[in-house]
């Protein structure tokens, strides 16, 4: 199996009325494996391009091992030195090195800043959802918070490398495919929102039993009534975020900004927010009505939705491929954030700030290793280099201001009952800089591989990303709140309990 084929351009010759060149056969399709320091092309013979890329091919030589891409993604790297010596060759690439990482700093910053702010939001929401009379007589919504949170995170964030792939590869810039993208990414995106949705309300309910055995009469009206606020916040959330994401890259792509730099985290903080907020809302309307069958009839409705958005995206050439294809990751994701989970709930109420510091510190980690898989997965389907180190070094760097962002604000409204001291802040950054250090080799190593192997990195790589770094991260900040407290360096212990030796 390899990668759902991009259509390259043909959309505009077949749309124009020009005969379009046969599809490449199956050899013809097949790509060299790239490594990490050089990508070799595939086969061009048979291929199909747009006006724009034949003007960029015209220009360039199918015989070198020049990187290609097209003229309407400027930000994209391509080499154009072979004609120079040595020395300039260097100083050319230290240049175009230099611009990168000023570029890429200037475009992802602010999306980081905000993907900050989102998390902390986010948790402060968690926070006072903690004393709503709704969750406290229905502790199982606490349960579906984060296994909803961390489908819906990775619905979101696919169909934001998805996109940002097909607006780099120019399937954006002509009107009837840019349409026909995002209907069938839209309707995909309800499909996988309904059953994560339902997915999300059947496991946290039936974990619910398993800490609150011996059921009663109301357990099935309880099953619908979670299953119902799943479904629904995920559906009307994936419909108000998709369609942000979709109108998000369309104008990044205007503007020639590259969207792997904003999109992912963009998608990673407003989605958790917009997606609490609609349960807290689902959850209280619902409530009265618990003991009714109005739950029931929703998810019913609900339901009979799902093949009308199937036959929507059937009939969708550009994202037919993709309607069974991507659930065993997503899947399995929530199974590995599961673990995290169980770390968290552990030690949540052993040391301070561990529930304000963990979602900032997995969410910003794993934000920046999806802007680097996005870029590379988008260097991949656009034939073109990317320059590892530079972007590498670029978000690691980053991490140091926004993580000063956070715990400033942290620090001036008094939140978490933290002990500022030296000491905390170095076992913080060292942790943080770990933490993004693995999410950013996670990203390349694993985008590389599931290239290699055959596989979209776009649909399998951030699924699997987020969610080791969900245990990395929690495990990484626990150990460091341990040493802390044992060493004496810093109190990180509630005041409840006496310190973890």
């Known amino acids: 199996m390899h990668p759902p084929k991009r259509r390259y351009g043909a959309d505009y010759i077949e749309l124009s009325g020009t005969e379009a060149a046969p599809a490449p056969s199956e050899n013809e399709e097949r790509v060299d494996d790239p490594t990490e320091d050089e990508f070799i092309p595939r086969s061009t013979a048979n291929r199909q391009y747009s006006d724009l890329e034949f003007q960029a091919l015209d220009r360039m030589s199918m015989d070198s091992q020049r990187d290609r891409t097209s003229m309407s993604t400027p930000f994209l790297h391509h080499d154009n030195d072979s004609n120079n010596d040595g020395s300039n060759i260097m100083n050319d690439k230290q240049e175009k090195g230099a611009n990168l990482a000023t570029s890429m700093a200037i475009e992802a910053f602010p999306s980081l800043i905000i993907s900050v702010i989102g998390l902390i939001m986010a948790g402060v929401l968690m926070d006072k959802f903690q004393t709503w009379d709704v969750f406290l007589k229905t502790p199982e919504l606490f349960i579906l918070l984060p ?119 963009m998608a990673s903080s407003t989605g958790d927010i917009v997606t609490l907020v609609l ?52 899947l399995v994701a929530m199974i590995i954030s599961s673990l995290a989970g ?24 794993g934000n920046l290793g999806s802007i680097y898989a996005s870029r590379i997965s988008t260097s991949l389907h656009c034939e073109t280099k990317e320059d590892y180190n530079a972007v590498e070094w670029t978000l690691l760097a980053m991490n140091i201001p926004v993580q000063i962002v956070f715990l400033t604000i942290i620090w001036v409204f008094q939140m978490g009952q933290l002990n500022y001291n030296v000491w905390f802040f170095v076992a913080y950054f060292m942790v943080t800089m770990i933490c993004t250090y693995i999410s950013l080799k996670f990203g390349k190593y694993m985008t590389l591989a599931f290239w290699r192997f055959g596989y979209d990195p776009d649909t399998y790589v951030l699924p699997y990303l987020t969610a080791g770094i969900d245990v990395v991260g929690t495990a990484l900040l626990v150990l460091a709140c341990s040493w802390l407290t044992s060493s004496g360096a810093d109190d990180m212990a509630m005041d409840s309990r006496s310190p973890v030796q």
């Not at 002509?174 to 309707?187: D, E, I, K, Q, W």
């Not at 029931?296 to 093949?307: E, G, K, N, Q």
């Open 147 to 265: 296994i909803l949170l961390n489908l819906k995170g990775n619905l979101e964030m696919n169909l934001a490398a998805r996109f940002s792939t097909s607006a780099n590869l120019g399937e954006l810039d002509h009107g009837p495919t840019r349409r026909s993208l995002v209907v069938g990414n839209l309707a995909l995106l309800q499909i996988q929102a309904l059953v994560a949705g339902a997915v999300a309300g059947i496991a946290s309910f039936a974990l619910g039993l398993i800490t609150k055995p011996g059921g009663n009469a109301s357990t099935y009206y309880e099953s619908m009534y979670m299953i119902s606020s799943a479904m629904i916040s995920a559906a009307v959330s994936s419909a108000v975020l998709g369609a942000f994401m979709c109108g998000l890259i369309l104008l990044c792509r205007r503007l020639h900004v590259n969207p792997d730099n904003i999109a992912c985290p």
């Open 279 to 330: 349960l807290g809302g689902c959850a209280v309307v619902l409530q009265n009505q618990m003991s009714t069958l109005i739950s029931t009839m929703l998810v019913i409705l609900m339901l009979i939705f799902l093949p009308i958005f199937g036959i929507v995206v059937w009939r969708n050439v550009n994202v037919k491929d993709l309607l069974f294809v991507g659930w065993t990751p997503i």
């Open 342 to 365: 169980v770390v968290l709930e552990k030690y949540v109420d052993v040391y301070k700030g561990i529930a304000l510091l963990t979602p900032v510190l997995i969410g910003l980690a």
